[in-house]
C-alpha cells in the first residue's frame, strides 16, 4: 500500500474521497441489481441458488469448491444443496474410492430454470441499459472488463 500513501497529501486526499464514492456506487449498484432480479425471478431461485448452478454448468463440483466459490461455511453448502436437490435441479454422486466426497451436478431441470432465469435477467438489463447509446455500452463494458483484470491480479496486493 505504500505505493498509494506515497502520494502527496492533496492527491491522497482526493484519491480516498473518490474511493469512497466509488463504494458507495458499487453497493448502490449491487443492491439495485439485487432488487431488480429477486423481483422479477423469486418464483424461479434465490440469487445463491443461481449463483450456484452457474458455477455447475461448467461442470461438477464438491461442496467445498462451492463454499469457496460463495464465501459460506460447508454446512451452509450442504442446506442450499439440499433445497437444489428436493427441487430436481441438481444431482448428487458419491464417489467410489472416497464415499465422503459427494459431486454435484445440474440436471436438464436445472439447465432449463438457470436458462429461464438469465433470460429474465438478461432482458431486464437490455431494458436499462437501452438507455444508454451503442458507444456509452461499448465503453461501460470495456472499463468494466479492465476493472475486472486489475482486481484479478494478485501481484497489486503484494507490492510495497
Known amino acids: 500500500m505504500k505505493a498509494v500513501w506515497g502520494f502527496m497529501t492533496i492527491e491522497k486526499e482526493n484519491l480516498l474521497e473518490y ?3 466509488l463504494d458507495l456506487v458499487f453497493s448502490r449498484l449491487a443492491y439495485r441489481l439485487r ?14 441458488q443461481f449463483i450456484v448452478l452457474r458455477c455447475l454448468r461448467k461442470g461438477p463440483g464438491n461442496t467445498s469448491y462451492l ?13 442450499l444443496i439440499n ?14 474410492r472416497d464415499r465422503r466426497q459427494v459431486w454435484i451436478s445440474i440436471t436438464p431441470k436445472g439447465q432449463q430454470v ?25 465503453q461501460l463494458l470495456s472499463l468494466l472488463q479492465q476493472v475486472i ?9 503484494k507490492e510495497e
Open 19 to 21: 474511493i469512497k464514492e
Open 35 to 48: 432488487v431488480l432480479f429477486s423481483r422479477y425471478t423469486v418464483d424461479e431461485i434465490t440469487d445463491t
Open 67 to 79: 463454499a469457496q466459490v460463495l464465501g459460506v461455511t460447508l454446512s451452509a453448502v450442504t442446506a
Open 83 to 96: 433445497r437444489l436437490y428436493k427441487m430436481g435441479l441438481v444431482t448428487r454422486e458419491r464417489q467410489d
Open 114 to 138: 438457470l436458462k429461464d432465469v438469465e433470460d429474465k435477467r438478461h432482458l431486464l438489463l437490455a431494458l436499462y441499459f437501452s438507455r444508454f447509446s451503442e458507444a456509452e455500452r461499448k
Open 149 to 157: 483484470r486489475l482486481f484479478e491480479r494478485d501481484d497489486i496486493l
